[in-house]
């Protein structure tokens, strides 16, 4: 599918309701709108739960007028999709004190996913389109998990399942949680961070990025898993592999499974990619 130009922004919009966003509205011949990106692209990293966009107003004019920009550099703070704040001109001070302000007053600096403190549930950046499971009940497929709700995902002709999950940028996964009834929930689990090849046969062989044991108390603790943070920095896919559940059951069920972490916000400071299709009629 093929996104406009506006609805590219809605896109990046919607992401501000589990963060903070910010977007540098500039002009490639205007040289403060340099001095911005050497400023955002150090606050990068200072700032991991924020996501930082660029937007050039010339190859965007429809974004740049919805928006109301009138002059470069422009740079817009966006919280639940509203925006909250504007900063005009290469004002470092005035940048750093837009971004505090903006989460001291949403409580992000201190913001937690299921009780992991400074990391955000990025169930919003699964592709579930692009996302499987192998050997589910389809009656009961893997999207049921991301649903919030009392719906669930089973095995079908035994007991191990693979979900490969793809997501829509690059993150650093921290943590998994894992919500399931306990006769049918998983036990032994093999994760594989980049690996969308990893079938029945290759679980069996490969090496794992990572293996759990879950135990009836830790999903009763809340099924939070706390991963080896550095073998998760670029993580594209996972793969999981469920060996077996807890009961010794013939279906394997799960009915919440999160992804707990933070956006690789690099990706975010390149531009937003204008749709050269756009062009052709």
Do not use: W
């Not at 007053?105 to 400074?118: K, L, N």
């Not at 010794?248 to 009915?255: L, N, Q």
């Not at 499974?257 to 756009?278: C, P, R, Y």
């Amino acid at each position: 599918m093929f996104f406009s130009q506006n609805k590219q922004f809605v896109e990046i919009l919607r992401d501000s309701a589990s963060k903070l966003i910010v977007v540098d509205f500039y002009s490639q011949t205007y040289p403060p709108c340099a001095l911005v990106d050497r400023i955002l692209a150090q606050l990068v990293n200072q700032y991991p739960n924020v996501g930082f966009y660029k937007v050039d107003i010339h190859r965007f004019p429809e974004v740049a007028e919805q928006c109301r920009i009138t002059a470069t550099p422009t740079i817009q703070f966006y919280s639940r999709g509203r925006n909250i704040n504007e900063v005009r001109g290469a004002n470092q001070k005035a940048i750093v004190d837009a971004i505090n302000s903006a989460l001291s007053s949403s409580g992000s600096e201190g913001q937690s996913a299921y009780g992991v403190v400074g990391h955000i549930d990025l169930t919003s950046v699964v592709l579930k389109t692009q996302s499987e499971c192998l050997n589910q009940n389809d009656s009961k497929p893997l999207e049921n998990v991301f649903a919030k709700n009392d719906s669930v995902l089973e095995s079908d002709v035994d007991e191990q399942m693979v979900l490969h999950i793809a997501f829509n940028q690059p993150i650093k996964l921290h943590s998994i949680m894992l919500k399931a009834p306990l006769e049918n929930a998983p036990k032994n689990i093999k994760i594989y961070a980049n690996r969308t090849d990893i079938g029945f046969d290759d679980a069996d062989s490969a090496e794992p990025t990572q293996e759990i044991e879950m135990t009836e108390q830790m999903y009763k603790d809340g099924g939070v898993v706390n991963l080896r943070y550095v073998r998760f920095q670029n993580v594209n896919s996972v793969s999981i592999f469920v060996v077996d559940n807890l009961g010794d059951e013939d279906v394997t069920a799960i009915t919440q499974l999160a992804f707990i972490g933070t956006a690789v916000n690099t990706a975010n400071m390149s531009d937003i990619k204008q749709n050269e299709h756009d062009h052709d009629h």
